[in-house]
């Protein structure tokens, strides 16, 4: 299907949370059977979510700054879970 530059086509916002909550909860479930542990399997699986999302938002050709929730911003909530997942890696390390 090819998408036309100047037709974005724009998902409801449930959908888009929708969408964001069952993959957080597949890379939980992969993460709990990665063998380096929980805490680093999580922190991969959502740095390589980051890049898909963001290699999905650019080939879709999505605004940045819109109303609607796209990629984009579901590429900035998995940096968010990222952040706080590095975090947590430290903290137990020490």
């Known amino acids: 299907m090819i998408l ?32 380096i542990g929980f805490g680093r399997s999580l922190a991969a699986l959502l740095w390589m979510t980051v890049i898909l999302c963001a290699v999905l938002a650019t080939l879709r050709r999505e605004r940045v700054f819109t109303a609607g929730l796209n990629h984009w911003d579901e590429m900035i909530g998995y940096l968010a879970l990222y952040c706080a997942a590095m975090s947590f890696n430290q903290l137990t390390d020490a």
């Not at 998902?11 to 957080?24: D, K, N």
């Open 4 to 35: 036309s530059a100047d037709k974005s086509v724009e998902l409801s916002t449930a959908r888009v949370l929708l969408r964001f909550g069952l993959r957080t909860a597949i890379l939980g479930l992969f993460a709990t059977f990665g063998s």
